[in-house]
């Protein structure tokens, strides 16, 4: 890859001049994504909310003014039509069902399809109940935080608090930025979108644990190096390998998103994102961070007393 023969093994860049303005960033991002959160909300698909999903082709293109006065007559909450594909034939129907068992759905499914006529080709139909809503949603929640605890648990006996303080941290920052922008764009919440967001923590400590690695090495390897160079140097040492990583996912992420559909329109976004906010965060906020302790202090305290308590 030519256009990145400048990332090599020798890279000196500075990353540490430009911490404040990365601390700026991020919190500029944070409250964003929190504010986004406390008065926008969140877009819940139909595996949370509860409702109706119906895919539909036809042998014509879609007039989606037509479709509409066509489906007026159907009760049902927030009926959202929306054109998907390319050739312009192809429609998504979507409307909440709350407070409707799965016998009343299907009436209202029946309803729909007597509304539109012959003609139409019905690809997916999906029906979610109420109560099943509920279920998926707290369920998704609690995977979700019982994924980043565990996260958390490995990184606390990983690494010495510093660096555990800061990798927290970093995860953190990734994963409420990036829900925040789902809620800001108002992507669908769905189990996708929560297997896309645990996807992203997983890369994003990944990146934050070589890093760190690289860290505790050169603190054993140059001892008199002044903790500002060590952390640029660190981070120099993997950039290449940072950079190539993160373009590799990135191409595949960017892939998914532009061909793989509406269905996967959230997934593939939290993806895309997570790779960009977990290479930025692993830099400028988890170990940009580490420059505020004095890790040498620690490596010291370490070196006098070894694990059996004999002072060497």
Same mark, same amino acid.
């Given at each position: 890859m030519k256009m990145f023969s400048w990332v090599t093994k020798d890279t000196n860049i500075d990353f540490l001049k430009y911490r404040k303005l990365g601390y700026a960033l991020s919190i500029t991002m944070?409250?964003?994504?929190?504010?986004?959160?406390?008065?926008?909300? =969140?877009?819940?698909?139909?595996? =949370?909310?509860?409702?109706?999903?119906? $895919?539909?082709k036809s $042998?014509?293109?879609?007039?989606?003014?037509?479709? /509409? %006065? %066509?489906?007026?007559?159907?009760?049902?909450?927030?009926?959202?039509?929306?054109?998907?594909? $390319?050739?312009?034939?192809?429609?998504?129907? /979507?409307?909440?069902?709350k407070g409707l068992d799965e016998k009343a759905q299907m009436a209202a499914v029946?309803?729909? %399809?007597?509304?539109?006529?012959?003609?139409?080709?019905? /690809? %997916?139909?999906?029906?979610v109940g109420p109560q099943?809503?509920?279920?998926?949603? /707290?369920?998704?929640?609690?995977a979700s935080v019982i994924a980043v605890l565990a996260i958390c648990l490995y990184v606390w006996f990983r690494f010495e608090w510093q660096f555990a303080i800061g990798a927290l941290i970093g995860l953190s920052h990734d994963l409420l930025v990036t829900v925040g922008l789902l809620s800001l764009f108002g992507f669908d919440i769905s189990l996708?979108?929560?297997?896309?967001?645990?996807?992203?923590?997983?890369?994003?400590?990944n990146d934050t644990v070589v890093n760190y690695d690289r860290i505790r090495e050169n603190l054993r390897k140059f001892k008199k190096m002044p903790q500002y160079d060590l952390l640029n140097k660190s981070t120099n040492d993997i950039f290449s390998r940072t950079i190539l990583t993160g373009i590799t996912t990135l191409l595949a992420a960017v892939a998914l998103f532009a061909v793989g559909g509406d269905a996967l329109r959230s997934f593939s976004f939290t993806i895309l994102w997570g790779v960009i906010v977990g290479t930025y965060s692993s830099i400028y906020v988890s170990t940009t961070l580490m420059n505020l302790f004095n890790l040498r202090a620690n490596q010291n305290a370490e070196k006098n007393i070894n694990p059996f308590g004999n002072v060497e």
């Open positions: 944070c409250v964003v994504a929190i504010l986004s959160m406390a008065f926008k909300g =969140f877009n819940y698909g139909i595996d =949370f909310s509860g409702g109706i999903l119906i $895919e539909v $042998e014509q293109p879609i007039n989606m003014e037509d479709m /509409r %006065k %066509k489906l007026s007559s159907v009760d049902l909450d927030d009926l959202n039509l929306q054109s998907i594909g $390319e050739n312009g034939d192809e429609m998504m129907i /979507r409307a909440q069902a029946n309803q729909i %399809k007597e509304s539109l006529g012959s003609g139409y080709e019905y /690809r %997916k139909v999906e029906l099943v809503g509920d279920e998926l949603k /707290r369920a998704g929640v609690i996708t979108t929560v297997a896309a967001v645990l996807t992203l923590a997983g890369y994003s400590i």
